[in-house]
């Protein structure tokens, strides 16, 4: 019964929002600051925490294993929403990545 009420609380707490329409000028903007070297920088944070939730999560004890899988997928599905919001892809930034150790 204690699961129960804990559901229908949770439930009774979400309520949705109105979704804002993505138009092609904030395409094009998210697209240009995903082009400059903080945008290039937060491609590879975001990819590196997918990557690393994924390692980690294959890592984990049988119990653990589906909440660590959950969220892994969790990280890798907000990293494609933010993806399909851009016309070029987040992870293209590896293709010309510099690091700035090296120079």
């Not at 439930?11 to 400059?36: C, H, M, V, Y």
Request: negative net charge.
């Amino acid at each position: 019964m204690r699961k129960l009420k804990a559901i229908l609380a949770f439930i009774r707490n979400q309520e949705w929002i109105e979704e804002p329409k993505w138009t092609d000028e904030d395409e094009k903007a998210w697209t240009a600051f995903l082009g400059t070297p903080t945008g290039k920088r937060l491609s590879l944070i975001l990819l590196n925490l997918t990557l690393r939730h994924n390692a980690s999560a294959v890592m984990k004890s049988p119990d653990r294993l589906a909440e660590a899988c959950g969220w892994a997928k969790g990280y890798r599905g907000c990293v494609a929403t933010l993806e399909s919001l851009a016309t070029s892809k987040l992870n293209s930034a590896i293709e010309d990545h510099v690091d700035e150790s090296d120079e």
